[in-house]
């Protein structure tokens, strides 16, 4: 079911039912980007009319972060659970070993990517990989480099750049892939191949994720998680001020 929250569209999904959408996705074959919401990205689409755009048009959202969770149980609206980023990759990954899927790793350093080539090959031996490609490349190289993924015939391409830069190369390149499911992940590759660590498992799932990020990088991420947590907050809080007058009007009227 698809929802709207904060001015973007979700799809309240479970984990499981968005991976049965990503298999048939791949089996449809045509192109779809894939998107999470989370705080951040809420906050620049509050912003970014363009982002704002490319999110809500994509086939597929998932709730990434807590706070998305928590913003739905404030505003009555019913979101499952989180389908973090780096998890629903460990399960497309999962899918891709079944199915026999190709897949393709764009982003992040060349020591990094190719840490996530091995990593991956030899977790899921049956994942076909069809090719990789590191993040650091000039603009008038991106055309090329979606030619090169279209010519790989992958079925999957995980990008790895940080928002809103992923969104847009994807939005923009995705007909040129002509991949079935492109998934931007973040920092995933940055975890998977050791160059940062996650959160403890009690942290995910008390949703501190984000500050187990922050006391890593504190000085780098203070805009995004300190700052740009009080603004997320600040959108819920009117959100939530904007449905209550919205009730009170429509049961004066029922009342009149």
Do not use: C
């Not at 620049?44 to 990434?64: F, G, T």
């Amino acid at each position: 079911m698809r929802i709207q929250l904060l001015g973007s569209e979700l799809d309240a999904l479970t984990m499981e039912q968005t991976v049965a959408r990503v298999d048939e996705i791949i089996q449809i074959g045509k192109p779809v980007q894939h998107v999470v919401i989370n705080a951040n990205k809420i906050n620049l689409m509050q912003k970014d009319a363009e982002l704002r755009a490319i999110v809500n048009r994509s086939p597929l959202i998932n709730a990434d972060g807590a706070s998305i969770l928590m913003a739905a149980k404030l505003l009555g609206l019913d979101v499952p659970e989180r389908v973090a980023g780096i998890d629903l990759m460990d399960e497309v990954l999962k899918l891709a070993n079944a199915r026999k899927y190709k897949v393709f790793f764009f982003g992040a350093t060349e020591e990094v990517v190719r840490k996530v080539v091995m990593a991956s090959s030899k977790k899921y031996r049956d994942v076909q990989i069809v090719g990789h490609e590191n993040g650091y490349f000039e603009d008038a190289m991106s055309d090329q480099i979606a030619d090169d993924i279209r010519e790989s015939q992958a079925d999957i391409v995980f990008v790895a750049f940080s928002s809103p830069k992923k969104e847009f190369w994807i939005h923009e390149q995705l007909e040129r892939m002509d991949v079935p499911f492109v998934m931007g992940v973040g920092g995933s590759f940055d975890v998977i191949a050791g160059k940062t660590k996650r959160a403890p498992r009690w942290m995910q799932k008390t949703g501190l994720e984000w500050f187990y990020r922050f006391i890593q990088e504190p000085i780098r991420m203070f805009e995004r998680y300190i700052g740009g947590n009080f603004i997320f907050l600040g959108h819920v809080l009117k959100a939530k001020k904007k449905a209550g007058m919205k009730d009170a009007y429509l049961n004066d009227r029922a009342g009149r």
